[in-house]
């Protein structure tokens, strides 16, 4: 089972920041929150990713609040080709440190 | 970009066949996990390798096996196919397996049984 909650959908205005919000209450303290996104039935593509700080990177800033229970993805000025389904996916501490994913963000930019 | 290959991108084998699906890796990354996408829903991990030995798996029967070769590069084969199996069938390569790496995914296999 998925260990994250995610709205299915969601608007956005393109040259607005787009925020994508993501429950993840059954964190373990050593497991970490990915993002990826995939457009169209295409491969995911992998985003960002942290442990407990907020991250940045030339795509998004990943804020993730001090009890790490939730995170929100921030995409600071969405454009038209940033449409696809987010994925908020925390990492298993196990050998397998596989993702395990729930049914994602349809994100919507329109013009 | 991601310098993961995936081929082929669409197949269409007959209920009960057998299919090998196959994933060349990001150059240096060690390590290959293969996910199914069934339409609407997220991947599913089928299982992962690590330096050629199967090192986790995920809720697949055995007719779901695989291999990594010294280069790193991965085969998944499915035997007696089902019509349930058709699905996008992914395959991600990271560095090390480990907690603290990306994975990189490449286009996917597109596979119909019918």
């Known amino acids: 089972d998925a260990k994250t909650t995610q709205p299915p959908s969601m608007d956005c205005a393109e040259g607005r920041a787009a925020n994508l919000p993501c429950n993840h209450s059954t964190i373990s303290g050593n497991e970490y929150v990915y993002w990826y996104r995939q457009i169209h039935s295409q491969g995911p593509q992998y985003i960002i990713h942290g442990l407990k700080n907020n991250e940045t990177n030339e795509m998004a800033s990943l804020i993730i609040t001090e009890d790490r229970k939730s995170s929100t993805l921030i995409l600071p000025h969405a454009t038209l080709r940033d449409t696809a389904v987010y994925y908020c996916?925390?990492?298993?501490?196990?050998?397998?440190?596989?993702?395990?994913w729930g049914a994602g963000t349809k994100l919507i930019i329109k013009p | 970009e991601t310098g993961v290959t995936q081929s082929p991108t669409h197949l269409i084998k007959t209920r009960g066949q057998q299919v090998t699906l196959r994933c060349s890796s990001q150059?240096?990354?060690?390590?290959v996990s293969w996910y199914q996408q069934a339409l609407g829903q997220g991947p599913q991990f089928i299982f992962q390798y690590y330096r050629e030995e199967e090192n986790g798996r995920g809720n697949f029967p055995p007719r779901f096996s695989g291999l990594q070769f010294p280069n790193y590069s991965s085969e998944l084969n499915v035997n007696a196919l089902e019509l349930d199996d058709s699905a996008l069938y992914l395959c991600?390569?990271?560095?090390?397996?480990?907690?603290?790496?990306?994975?990189?995914f490449g286009q996917g296999t597109r596979l119909t049984v019918v």
């Open positions: 991600a390569s990271s560095l090390a397996s480990t907690m603290n790496t990306e994975a990189f």
């Open positions: 150059s240096g990354h060690n390590t």
């Open positions: 996916i925390v990492r298993v501490m196990d050998s397998n440190y596989q993702l395990i």
